[in-house]
């Protein structure tokens, strides 16, 4: 399955749950089975529902190469309790899925997650609080004439450099005095500065579903970006905030093997695993993730970045979502980054697990302490596995400090001393970051993309149906009538015709040869 990418937005993960739920009803081979002397149809393994969804997720770019396939069965457990799919007597609502040649089916109902929805005049009402808010934090009173009409995205960088000539000549003009900025001025700058930025890399009209501006901090953001290390690490003035001692010890054991001089190491064999094993406990016993809770959904939404051709767009997005962690978290994630980067790379590094490799290990140890949700999600493992491994490749890049968030803050203040904006929101002068792929439609362009981009997906899913050579030619013409069935418009647009579509069968016709053929009498030779 190709994964196409949508624009961000909320309840991501059950989106992609309802996207591999969908994909693996309409994908997976059925046929028949035996089993204890009875036949039953429809059907498959346990084994094979594996080995078809394991390269599934393998090729989406939602989870990437890294998934492996105890995650899989994982994966498989959860259908199975949500009814995704049914053993062959009709059983669900457990775990009890393994690697066997056990049959299962799918149940008749759907499978599909339901979004949840807002009732209007609730919606109405927190449309209404968040604008209040807005208000409030950005202090967006009465605009200056000076700014455009429109902000953020809503106008294009020509308008912005245009607006900054006219602000920069209208202050040679008038020789302004310098305002005094005060430190609530110089939050709601970074504030300010930081939520556009980052609705600019997202591409999203609004960042109302994905972070509120209260959620934003800009004492965590200021502290995050002065108070670091030659390395770029953040450093912690109160020391009970860090990790312990024998914490960091053990990290820098493992992190420099076998050149760690931190601590005397013994000599027994197995020193290192139970070295990893104490690191693991502490992290996966901390009550929070390091990403928090309450950026969860930010944090998925960029999951959907994680593109080749997307790549510079996802470690920007990222380097902005991290500088909003508080400090304490912030550094933990740069140390645990670190480690297990150096441990996956380090070939020195002895075996830390019998069946799995290095890298592996890393991602599926600490991914569930790095990202997950206050709620369980059911792709939570897998979503931070591909989160993980993302900053695992990108973690130097991703958790510096971005030079161009502080050039913004600077010209913005500087702009605010001179007077040539009334308050810190008054409209972003400093040029924002532009990406090609970003472009600004309107809300009905958005909705028929969003219903041409389902079609096209479905049409694919189609042609991957028809184009499957492995498939028998029966379970084939059952899975196009089910097709049919639930999709008719899509089905006649690829067979128009009932001569289109018995040429992919390529049906004999309907007259039947002679069942009965004289043959050919013998010669027998009649020499001696």
Same mark, same amino acid.
Request: charged share 25%; proline share 6%.
């Given at each position: 399955?190709?994964?196409?990418?949508?624009?961000?937005?909320?309840?991501?993960?059950?989106?992609?749950?309802?996207?591999?739920?969908?994909?693996?009803?309409?994908?997976?081979?059925?046929?028949?089975?035996?089993?204890?002397?009875?036949?039953?149809?429809?059907?498959?393994?346990?084994?094979?529902?594996?080995?078809?969804?394991?390269?599934?997720?393998?090729?989406?770019?939602?989870?990437?190469?890294?998934? %492996?396939?105890?995650?899989?069965?994982?994966?498989?457990?959860?259908?199975?309790?949500?009814?995704?799919?049914?053993?062959?007597?009709?059983?669900?609502?457990?775990?009890?899925?393994?690697?066997?040649?056990?049959?299962?089916?799918?149940?008749?109902?759907?499978?599909?997650?339901?979004?949840?929805?807002?009732?209007?005049?609730?919606?109405?009402?927190?449309?209404?609080?968040?604008?209040?808010?807005?208000?409030?934090?950005?202090?967006?009173?009465?605009?200056?004439?000076?700014?455009?009409?429109?902000?953020?995205?809503?106008?294009?960088?020509?308008?912005?450099?245009?607006?900054?000539?006219?602000?920069?000549?209208?202050?040679?003009?008038?020789?302004?005095?310098?305002?005094?900025?005060?430190?609530?001025?110089?939050?709601?700058?970074?504030?300010?500065?930081?939520?556009?930025?980052?609705?600019?890399?997202?591409?999203?009209?609004?960042?109302?579903?994905?972070?509120?501006?209260?959620?934003?901090?800009?004492?965590?953001?200021?502290?995050?970006?002065?108070?670091?290390?030659?390395?770029?690490?953040?450093?912690?003035?109160?020391?009970?905030?860090?990790?312990?001692?024998?914490?960091?010890?053990?990290?820098?054991?493992?992190?420099?093997?076998?050149?760690?001089?931190?601590?005397?190491?013994?000599?027994?064999?197995?020193?290192?695993?139970?070295?990893?094993?104490?690191?693991?406990?502490?992290?996966?016993?901390?009550?929070?993730?390091?990403?928090?809770?309450?950026?969860?959904?930010?944090?998925?939404?960029?999951?959907?970045?994680?593109?080749?051709?997307?790549?510079?767009?996802?470690?920007?997005?990222?380097?902005?979502?991290?500088?909003?962690?508080?400090?304490?978290?912030?550094?933990?994630?740069?140390?645990?980054?670190?480690?297990?980067?150096?441990?996956?790379?380090?070939?020195?590094?002895?075996?830390?697990?019998?069946?799995?490799? %290095?890298?592996?290990?890393?991602?599926?140890?600490?991914?569930?302490?790095?990202?997950?949700?206050?709620?369980?999600?059911?792709?939570?493992?897998?979503?931070?596995?591909?989160?993980?491994?993302?900053?695992?490749?990108?973690?130097?890049?991703?958790?510096?400090?971005?030079?161009?968030?502080?050039?913004?803050?600077?010209?913005?203040?500087?702009?605010?001393?001179?007077?040539?904006?009334?308050?810190?929101?008054?409209?972003?002068?400093?040029?924002?970051?532009?990406?090609?792929?970003?472009?600004?439609?309107?809300?009905?362009?958005?909705?028929?993309?969003?219903?041409?981009?389902?079609?096209?997906?479905?049409?694919?899913?189609?042609?991957?149906?028809?184009?499957?050579?492995?498939?028998?030619?029966?379970?084939?013409?059952?899975?196009?009538?089910?097709?049919?069935?639930?999709?008719?418009?899509?089905?006649?647009?690829?067979?128009?015709? %009932?001569?289109?579509?018995?040429?992919?069968?390529?049906?004999?016709?309907?007259?039947?040869?002679?069942?009965?053929?004289?043959?050919?009498?013998?010669?027998?030779?009649?020499?001696?």
């Amino acid at each position: 399955m190709e994964s196409r990418e949508g624009p961000p937005g909320p309840y991501r993960a059950t989106k992609l749950w309802n996207e591999v739920t969908t994909s693996f009803r309409a994908g997976m081979p059925l046929r028949k089975h035996r089993q204890h002397f009875k036949k039953h149809g429809n059907c498959f393994t346990a084994g094979e529902a594996i080995d078809w969804l394991y390269d599934l997720l393998r090729n989406n770019s939602n989870f990437g190469p890294e998934v %492996t396939r105890q995650q899989t069965i994982q994966l498989l457990r959860k259908f199975l309790k949500n009814h995704v799919i049914e053993d062959i007597k009709g059983r669900w609502g457990s775990e009890s899925f393994d690697d066997n040649n056990q049959l299962f089916r799918f149940p008749a109902t759907s499978p599909l997650k339901t979004l949840p929805r807002r009732h209007p005049d609730l919606r109405k009402n927190n449309l209404e609080s968040f604008s209040k808010d807005k208000e409030n934090i950005f202090k967006l009173r009465n605009l200056s004439r000076r700014t455009p009409k429109k902000h953020g995205l809503q106008y294009s960088q020509e308008n912005a450099e245009k607006a900054n000539y006219d602000i920069i000549k209208e202050d040679q003009q008038n020789s302004g005095d310098k305002k005094e900025i005060s430190p609530e001025d110089v939050e709601e700058v970074w504030r300010y500065i930081t939520l556009t930025y980052l609705q600019t890399i997202l591409c999203v009209p609004s960042l109302e579903e994905l972070i509120h501006p209260s959620q934003v901090i800009p004492q965590y953001i200021m502290y995050n970006m002065a108070h670091t290390s030659k390395r770029g690490v953040v450093i912690l003035q109160d020391e009970s905030d860090d990790l312990p001692h024998w914490v960091l010890s053990a990290m820098k054991c493992l992190a420099n093997w076998p050149r760690s001089n931190d601590m005397n190491n013994p000599a027994y064999v197995g020193f290192e695993r139970d070295v990893f094993r104490t690191i693991a406990g502490y992290f996966l016993d901390l009550p929070e993730p390091l990403l928090t809770f309450e950026y969860y959904e930010l944090f998925v939404n960029i999951l959907g970045l994680l593109q080749p051709h997307l790549e510079r767009v996802a470690i920007s997005a990222l380097q902005l979502c991290c500088l909003l962690l508080p400090p304490p978290s912030r550094r933990k994630l740069q140390l645990l980054m670190l480690m297990i980067s150096r441990m996956s790379q380090n070939v020195d590094m002895p075996r830390l697990h019998d069946a799995m490799g %290095t890298r592996t290990l890393m991602i599926h140890t600490f991914s569930r302490c790095v990202l997950r949700c206050a709620e369980e999600v059911d792709l939570d493992e897998l979503l931070a596995a591909r989160l993980v491994s993302f900053l695992m490749d990108h973690h130097q890049e991703i958790l510096k400090v971005p030079s161009f968030l502080q050039t913004a803050v600077d010209e913005q203040l500087d702009y605010l001393k001179k007077g040539c904006i009334k308050n810190p929101g008054d409209g972003l002068i400093a040029p924002l970051p532009t990406y090609s792929y970003c472009k600004q439609i309107s809300a009905q362009e958005f909705d028929e993309q969003k219903a041409s981009t389902s079609q096209a997906a479905i049409a694919e899913l189609l042609e991957n149906i028809i184009k499957n050579k492995t498939l028998p030619l029966k379970e084939k013409r059952r899975k196009l009538k089910q097709f049919q069935k639930e999709y008719p418009f899509i089905y006649q647009k690829r067979f128009p015709t %009932t001569e289109s579509e018995a040429a992919l069968f390529g049906d004999k016709p309907t007259i039947k040869q002679p069942m009965l053929i004289l043959r050919k009498p013998k010669f027998h030779n009649l020499r001696y």
